[in-house]
Nanobody, 123 residues
Framework: QVQLVESGGGLVQTGDSLRLSCAAS????????MGWFRQAPGKEREFVGI???????YYADSVTGRFTISRDNAKNTVYLQMNSLKPEDTAVYYC?????????????????WGQGTQVTVSS
């Protein structure tokens, strides 16, 4: 069982940076693939990025080059560094954990979810 708690959201301006954190419980954190998703009002939840349990990362085209995922296994925490933010990045951001080391890039492959944190980017 894994419990996830996100933090770090807020209101920023276009071009600003923000770092989200996702603290996880559980001694097997390092074995989970960790993903970030987001959901804007009236839209479906969409994939943002993933860090597989062995380290490689992959990002949605819309955030590639601007967002970076990292993890600190000693702290059971995964981060989403967001740079050059745009108004279209406004959404509730969720972290998620998958017991599969290489899950598919859909929300259905992730068993555990945080409560979400709001990110609002003003123009």
């Amino acid at each position: 069982q894994v419990q996830l708690v996100e933090s770090g959201g807020g209101l920023v301006q276009t071009g600003d940076s923000l770092r989200l954190s996702c603290a996880a419980s559980g001694r097997t954190f390092r074995t989970y693939a960790m993903g970030w998703f987001r959901q804007a009002p009236g839209k479906e939840r969409e994939f943002v990025g993933i860090m597989w349990s062995d380290g490689p990362t992959y990002y949605a085209d819309s955030v590639t080059g601007r967002f970076t995922i990292s993890r600190d296994n000693a702290k059971n925490t995964v981060y989403l560094q967001m740079n050059s933010l745009k108004p279209e990045d406004t959404a509730v951001y969720y972290c998620a954990a998958s017991s599969s080391p290489h899950p598919t890039l859909t929300q259905y492959a992730f068993e555990y979810w945080g409560q979400g944190t709001q990110v609002t980017v003003s123009s």
